[in-house]
Structure formats: structure tokens, C-alpha cells
């Protein structure tokens, strides 16, 4: 089993940045990427980005090619997640969620997933 635990949301205005962490424990070895996917009021989720624990293989959604970087920490278990110049269509609850297979890396076929943490950009 892999828990996951997310942090760093918040309110912030819009243009403004924030930076969510996602700590993993337990099984780490047995996964190979970890994703960021949100989910807006009435909408279904969505991945965002996902990036494999050696930094070497990342994904981005096109919406948030240039805003958004990746980033992550095998020696602390941590994934990051900079969200800069945010916009109210960025409003969202964000999950991390750990994989096992590379293969699934950019579908919704996650193994474990965090509980969220709400992002509100406000206008």
C-alpha cells in the first residue's frame, strides 16, 4: 500500500502562484510515477501532470504547458506541483495519485490516491 498526502492549497488570487506537495509512504518502490489530476465544481476529473520519481519522464495538459512545473524529491518522497500565474478556471479540488506502470502515467488508471486539496483562484 502507498499513502499519499497533499498540501500547499489555498486561496490566491488570480496571476498569483502556488506550490502544492504531495508526500508519499509506505510501498514507494512498487509505483513508478506519481500525477496530479483536479476536479472543477460539475466537471469530471482530469489529469493535469504527471512526472515518474526519477524526473526523467513528464506530462503536461496543454492548458497548463508553461504555468505549471514539476518537480520531485525521491529522497524526501515528495512530488511538487508550481502553479504559476494561476486563472479561475485553475479552481479546483487537486489529487496526487501514485501509479505502479509507466504505461498509465497519462490515463486516469491510477493505484493510490491522496484525499485533495482545494485550490480557489479568485478573479
Known amino acids: 500500500q502507498v499513502q499519499l498526502v497533499e498540501s500547499g492549497g489555498g486561496l490566491v488570487q488570480a496571476g498569483g502562484s502556488l506550490k502544492l506537495s504531495c508526500v508519499a509512504s509506505g510501498e514507494i518502490d512498487s509505483t513508478a510515477a506519481v500525477g496530479w489530476f483536479r476536479q472543477a465544481p460539475g466537471k469530471e476529473r482530469a489529469i493535469v501532470a504527471t512526472i515518474s520519481w526519477s524526473g526523467n519522464i513528464v506530462y503536461y495538459q496543454d492548458t497548463v504547458k508553461g504555468r505549471f512545473t514539476l518537480s520531485s524529491d525521491s529522497a524526501k518522497h515528495t512530488v511538487y506541483l508550481q502553479m504559476n500565474s494561476v486563472t479561475p478556471e485553475d479552481t479546483a479540488v487537486y489529487y496526487c495519485?501514485?501509479?505502479?506502470?509507466?504505461?498509465?502515467?497519462?490515463?486516469?488508471?491510477?493505484?493510490?490516491w491522496g484525499q485533495g486539496t482545494q485550490v480557489t483562484v479568485s478573479s
Open positions: 495519485a501514485a501509479t505502479r506502470l509507466y504505461a498509465n502515467m497519462w490515463s486516469p488508471d491510477y493505484d493510490y
